[in-house]
């Protein structure tokens, strides 16, 4: 008989990829459709609420009161990623996940370059280091899916630099070579924005039937955070302020 092999780590959240990387496909081509160019702040944020709609509420429209939040979603993003206060290290985190989030940054500016393999290879070893150290379920959860974003994003932003779709051609720069020298920060900004996602708090509850049953509300503002904070980075120009500590 053979033996039971069973994996070193399981991440519960990389359900997240196929629609996370659909979901930066509609935003991009929503964005630029716009006329006239560019798109506006408003726009992303109309837009940004229309695909998590469409994420998480499929089976039927949220009310009135819960579009008021999702609407809220990209303003409370912007304003706690430009600071003046790091979300990230005041009390919504504890000393051992700061300290994993600070190793997950600093790994990601140099293992996410232009090799596919080491990227990918960096990806598993921080997903099982998470999985592995010690932090409760309800700790890694957070960090497990802001990695399985930034992963993601790496995924789908090395391709538009080798082949670059129409959308994206009018965002990115045409020389490829400086866009890889962006490319490191790129994920860096959507895992942070991530896990600022995880920090904001609406009272809407997902209609869609496999993300309804047993997901915290926050996955909604995680999924979110990355999307805004990536395209506020890449097409608005958002500029983080410096910060001690991360």
Request: glycine content about 8%; overall charge negative; hydrophobic content about 40%.
């Amino acid at each position: 008989m053979g033996a039971n092999l069973q994996p070193p780590f399981i991440n519960g959240y990389t359900y997240l990829n196929e629609s996370y990387n659909n979901s930066l496909d509609q935003i991009v081509g929503s964005l630029s459709a716009i006329t006239p160019q560019p798109p506006t702040i408003e726009n992303l944020n109309s837009v940004l609420v229309e695909v998590i709609e469409k994420q998480y509420f499929n089976l039927a429209k949220p009310s009135f009161d819960q579009s008021q939040q999702l609407n809220s979603i990209l303003g409370n993003i912007f304003n706690a990623y430009v600071g003046p206060q790091n979300p990230l290290v005041i009390n919504n985190f504890s000393d051992k996940q700061i300290f994993i989030i600070r190793q997950i940054i600093s790994g990601i500016g140099y293992n996410c370059m232009n090799n596919p393999n080491s990227a990918e290879n960096y990806f598993v070893l921080i997903q099982e280091n998470i999985a592995t150290s010690g932090l409760t379920t309800t700790e890694q959860a957070p960090l497990l899916q802001a990695v399985a974003i930034a992963y993601v994003t790496y995924q789908y932003f090395y391709s538009q630099i080798i082949s670059p779709s129409t959308e994206w051609a009018n965002y990115i720069n045409s020389n490829s070579a400086i866009n890889f020298i962006n490319f490191p920060r790129w994920i860096q900004v959507a895992f942070k924005g991530a896990l600022i996602g995880s920090t904001q708090s609406i009272q809407v509850t997902p209609t869609t039937s496999i993300q309804g049953i047993g997901v915290g509300y926050n996955l909604i503002t995680t999924y979110a955070g990355g999307l805004a904070t990536t395209f506020g980075e890449i097409i608005f120009g958002w500029v983080e302020r410096p910060i001690q500590g991360l």
